[in-house]
């Protein structure tokens, strides 16, 4: 079946410009989490979303930051009056949630290139 | 709060021999781990995982970890190098809800031929 998909793969903006990265989950995960990669560093948490429950979105560096998710699958990222910060990988990741047994598999998309001019 | 220290930013190994990738965690309770690789311009692949079960967890393609809460570690190790196996390794715990996973700045490893 078709993993996690993300669009656009790469993304030049100018400074100041907003930008909205999207997310298609593998169909059936109620867990959906954004990610951001920058240069040389690990992953960084951004928001977790899981089925109908408010999001945790205790990892968004400010407030131009944003994201929703529709009908518990797709999702789409916001970044408002984009600064040359925010150049990095973002990454975006589903699971099946959390279960008894522990941490489920998170399943990686290929991520979104964005570069801010 | 928990966190991850992988010990080496790079590792560089000859094809064939050992490979050791560390990493120390911090976590209030007993925590999940993990270990994902990430091919250049592939996307990131779950290698194995640890949920308190056996404290040698096996992985694909011959890796395995080992959980060792007195040292709060959980390193990873594959008896004999392979070229395809040149990427970048993160390991990653995950809080008590497993809601959240806080990742590793990562460990590149170079397999020399």
């Known amino acids: 079946g078709a993993g996690v998909s993300q669009s656009p793969s790469n993304k030049v903006t100018e400074k100041g410009k907003d930008v909205e990265l999207r997310c298609d989950p593998i169909s059936g995960h109620t867990a959906l989490y954004w990610y951001r990669q920058s240069l040389g560093q690990g992953l960084e948490f951004l928001i977790y979303f899981q089925g109908n429950s408010a999001p945790d979105k205790s990892g968004l560096p400010s407030d131009r930051f944003s994201a929703e998710r529709t009908g518990g699958s797709v999702s789409t990222l916001t970044i408002q009056r984009t600064q040359q910060e925010d150049s990095a990988v973002y990454l975006c990741?589903?699971?099946?949630?959390?279960?008894?047994?522990?941490?489920?598999?998170?399943?990686f998309g290929p991520g979104t290139r964005l570069t801010v001019l | 709060a928990q966190s991850v220290t992988q010990l080496d930013s790079h590792v560089s190994v000859s094809e064939g021999t050992p490979v050791l990738l560390r990493c120390n965690y911090s976590s209030s309770y007993s925590p999940s781990l993990f270990w994902y690789v990430q091919h250049p311009n592939k996307g990131l692949q779950l290698l194995l995982k640890?949920?308190?079960?056996?404290?040698l967890v096996k992985g694909i393609n011959g890796f395995e970890a080992e959980f060792k809460k007195s040292e709060t570690s959980f390193h990873l190790t594959k008896p004999s190098a392979h070229m395809s196996d040149a990427a970048e390794y993160f390991c990653?715990?995950?809080?008590?809800?497993?809601?959240?996973?806080?990742f590793g700045s990562g460990t590149k490893l170079n397999v020399k031929p």
């Open positions: 990741a589903s699971s099946l949630g959390p279960s008894l047994a522990g941490g489920s598999e998170q399943f």
């Open positions: 990653v715990v995950s809080d008590r809800s497993f809601n959240k996973f806080y």
């Open positions: 640890y949920t308190s079960a056996a404290t």
